[in-house]
């Protein structure tokens, strides 16, 4: 219990999937300028990122390591990612229309989220066991969505102030970026 | 339908292209790729057992040393997951030395320990770490040859714990799990030679035969 | 198809449309892997082979792929090129595989490869697209090794690619080589191009 713990506290705070490991800056200063796209973005990864972290930990178990041909693993997680983001979409789209409202859009975008492959590889290299695994990638998950709605809580007041032309948009962002990462420091201790 | 053909046949192609090519470029650099792990990872710290024996090693004979350590390598099936890969240390003048790696639990997940033990005498020869995610400048210090060389010399009935639970090694102050761990695997590696001992030399002693990867 | 063309679709990655300052695209390997000159480099020129292979690769065989499964077959093409760059930064740069780490394979998300097979190799021919694909590449490797170069030499006060082990400051300014400077330094720096090339009147 206290291993789990440790795993989830250190996914989230200190080895925060965004701000400590950088994987999915992309989305993460794409979809940041509203607080509703912000949430739905962070909804969709915890979703899909959860469930690909099963697949592929069964996948390299079940499928690549009996055959030794673990060094196509990139491939194939990628084309797993893919292929269950359109299942997930197709999916949503049919039975729970109302979720699909809400993170239909953002979708598509997930598959090319090196959040999403990042964690499925990370689960692999640390040699996590299945539930390791599940919790990690869930964990990492919810790492990246804090991080994010709270990215887009400060950044919807950049609307009303003023920001020298030079660094309007991408390039404030970074900065506040780095403010974030340098609070999140604090939780360096904890463990 | 004839669409549906097509689409079939340019991802299959693809796909049989990129898997024919993986598979031949996987062909030639999959030794490689194994024999720098051991080279980066493993040899150094049967490089530090080495030196930590008083033997001088000059840089330019550092190289010629890790491949004679990296081709003597030997590997013995001993019921576990994977077979031990053993390594030999042989110096002039002294008795020679056999090498393998074990495994503590540490305060960042399983830290390597390269474990030496003299061959004739049976007693530790010396210990170098592999891999180790520890605390940056309190765990990581176990690396320092101040704690390793209490290892030295030590027999094979020691009590290798540290201090604090009852053994003969003195904990690196503010990294205990990182020193426990060290103990831990070099307990384990004498539990592995003692029980293992006669296929362990019977291996070390099987000739020049090239290990199998 | 006139040299001048050729040399347009080249130089466009290497200024004005240069990746990631100008192309927001590719960040996660340009904050993570910049903490020295040389990691910056290698991530360039990994990227780069990667980028210039595949928009070719795809460019030829862009008649032959079905559209509806183009991005399927993209994917695939880029993979395989990915894994290719694993394989042999394993068995021949060890060193830099150690210390690019995760972020080899993670150059099969990165956005700039399918964006500009997407945007660019699927339209047009294999010597249009491979010169597009060596522009940006090359133009990614500047920018990737300029943010490692300023990161190592303030964070850490060395810069190994250049001048090997010697030291310049003994109290370098540490902040730059951990991860919330990282973003600040990529902010500030994408601030001073817009700067620049604002001067420029662009």
């Not at chain 2, 996987?26 to 930590?52: C, E, M, W």
């Amino acid at each position: 219990m206290n291993h789990t713990m440790e795993l989830v506290i250190g996914a989230i705070f200190i080895n925060n999937i965004l701000l400590a490991k950088f994987l999915g800056n992309c989305p993460f200063l794409g979809v940041s300028k509203k607080m509703e796209t912000a949430v739905g973005m962070a909804g969709a990864v915890v979703f899909v990122l959860t469930l690909a972290g099963m697949i592929t930990w069964l996948v390299e178990h079940y499928l690549l390591a009996p055959f030794g041909i673990e060094y196509i693993r990139t491939m194939a997680f990628i084309l797993i990612i893919a292929t269950l983001v359109q299942f997930v979409e197709l999916f949503l789209r049919k039975s729970i229309p109302a979720l699909y409202q809400a993170l239909g859009i953002f979708l598509p975008l997930i598959t090319t989220n090196c959040a999403v492959l990042g964690v499925a590889i990370i689960n692999i290299q640390e040699g996590y066991d299945l539930f390791d695994a599940i919790v990690f990638s869930a964990a990492s998950a919810a790492g990246f969505g804090l991080a994010l709605v709270l990215f887009a809580g400060i950044r919807e007041r950049f609307e009303t102030i003023r920001v020298p032309k030079q660094i309007e948009g991408t390039g404030i962002g970074l900065v506040t970026a780095g403010l974030l990462a340098l609070s999140f420091f604090a939780f360096k201790g904890m463990i | 339908m004839k669409k549906t053909l097509h689409m079939f046949v340019a991802l299959a192609g693809i796909a049989l292209a990129s898997g024919l090519a993986l598979g031949g470029l996987h062909q030639v650099t999959a030794q490689r790729a194994a024999d720098n792990i051991l080279r980066f990872k493993k040899v150094p710290a049967v490089v530090s057992i080495y030196q930590g024996r008083g033997q001088a090693l000059a840089a330019d004979q550092l190289a010629a040393f890790e491949d004679q350590v990296l081709q003597g390598r030997r590997q013995v099936d001993l019921g576990e997951e994977s077979p031990l890969s053993l390594f030999l240390i042989e110096a002039a003048g002294s008795s020679p030395v056999v090498v393998f790696e074990a495994f503590g639990q540490g305060f960042g997940g399983d830290l390597g320990v390269m474990v030496g033990f003299d061959l004739a005498s049976e007693k530790l020869a010396g210990i170098g770490i592999t891999t180790m995610s520890e605390t940056p400048g309190l765990g990581t210090r176990v690396r320092e040859t101040r704690f390793t060389k209490q290892f030295v010399g030590l027999g094979q009935d020691a009590a290798f714990q540290v201090k604090k639970d009852g053994g003969v090694i003195d904990g690196v102050t503010g990294a205990t799990v990182s020193s426990r761990a060290v103990a831990q695997a070099v307990d384990r590696a004498r539990k592995l030679f003692q029980a293992h001992r006669q296929a362990i030399v019977a291996a070390i002693n099987s000739g020049q035969e090239k290990a199998s990867p | 198809m006139s040299a001048s063309r050729l040399v347009k679709e080249f130089s466009k990655g290497l200024w004005r449309e240069i990746p990631p300052f100008r192309l927001v695209l590719g960040l996660c390997p340009a904050l993570a892997v910049t903490t020295t000159a040389e990691n910056g480099l290698g991530m360039g020129i990994s990227a780069t082979f990667v980028l210039v292979c595949s928009n070719g690769l795809i460019s030829l065989l862009r008649k032959v792929i079905p559209n509806e499964v183009r991005v399927a077959c993209y994917i695939v093409i880029i993979a395989t090129f990915v894994v290719c760059v694993e394989m042999i930064t394993k068995a021949y740069f060890f060193e830099l595989s150690e210390s690019l780490g995760l972020f080899i394979p993670l150059i099969v998300v990165n956005c700039i490869i399918l964006g500009r097979a997407e945007a660019f190799a699927k339209k047009n021919g294999v010597l249009l697209s491979r010169a597009d694909g060596l522009g940006m590449g090359l133009g990614f490797t500047l920018a990737l090794t300029g943010l490692g170069a300023i990161r190592e030499f303030f964070g850490a006060g060395t810069l190994g690619l250049v001048f090997g082990e010697q030291v310049f400051f003994d109290q370098p300014f540490a902040f730059l080589q951990q991860a919330p400077g990282a973003f600040v330094a990529l902010g500030l720096l994408l601030g001073l191009m817009n700067l620049v090339g604002g001067s420029r009147g662009r």
